[in-house]
């Protein structure tokens, strides 16, 4: 805990985001290349074919939607509980990354539906909470937009995503809870080849790269914009 307060501080984060920054980037960069060679270098799967390649897409993306999410209410929990000076504009920060993993893992679960199920939506439990995922991300979002006050637009978007987290356990559980199309876990549960494994962890290091190399870049530019905000304003006073 005083480690996440000790960078609260803007200057602090700053210094600390803009030495951290170069080597996620560079990171990202190269997982993402590697993994991408790795994922179109598999066999095809004995039942899946080709279409294999899109798992490796689909379900880092779909990983990392949920877990935008989670990072988000977490540092919701930090703005209303604990007053962290940045957990608000980190949360903010989070929200249109976390749409964008979303809205990738959809349409790359549609594209992959097609030729396993013969569809490319069915209103399943895994992909109706999925959907409600999207919607409570550009929620939170409108809400942020919709009040002026910047500091009861926070605490409003704060308690909203208290709220939404309850979609996270149903999202990961629902394909156990209720008798779903879509198949249950794959990779924790060791249902898929060895030869596997290697591309799709490395697409997920990428993917968490890449969300760190933005996030703290989006971060570090609202930090900027109140900067500049607060300097015309003492000079218009």
Known sequence: MQFLFRYANPHNFMRLSGAVL????????????????????????????????????H???????????????????????????????????????????????????????????????????????????LFIYFGYMALWSAIED????????????????????????SVDWWNTLHQGSTVTAFKMAAVYYPPFFTMLLAYSLLFATLWMIRIRTAIVERRARNLMQGAAA
């Not at 910047?150 to 999202?171: F, T, W």
């Open 22 to 57: 170069p080597f996620t980037a560079i990171g990202a960069a190269l997982a993402l290349i590697a993994g991408l060679y790795l994922s179109f270098s598999v066999p095809p799967d004995y039942q899946q074919g080709r279409t294999v390649t899109i798992f490796f897409i």
């Open 150 to 173: 910047e500091a009861k637009a926070a605490r409003a978007a704060a308690i909203l995503a208290l709220v939404g987290a309850v979609n996270i356990p149903i999202i990961k559980y």
């Open 59 to 133: 379900v880092p993306a779909a990983t990392m939607a949920m877990g935008t999410y989670i990072a988000i209410a977490l540092c919701s929990l930090l703005s209303l509980v604990w007053r962290h000076p940045l957990s608000d504009t980190a949360a903010r920060a989070a929200a249109p990354l976390g749409a964008m993993f979303t809205a990738l893992g959809l349409i790359t679960g549609a594209l992959w539906g097609k030729p396993m199920w013969g569809t490319y939506w069915v209103w399943d439990a895994r992909l109706t909470s999925f959907l409600l995922l």
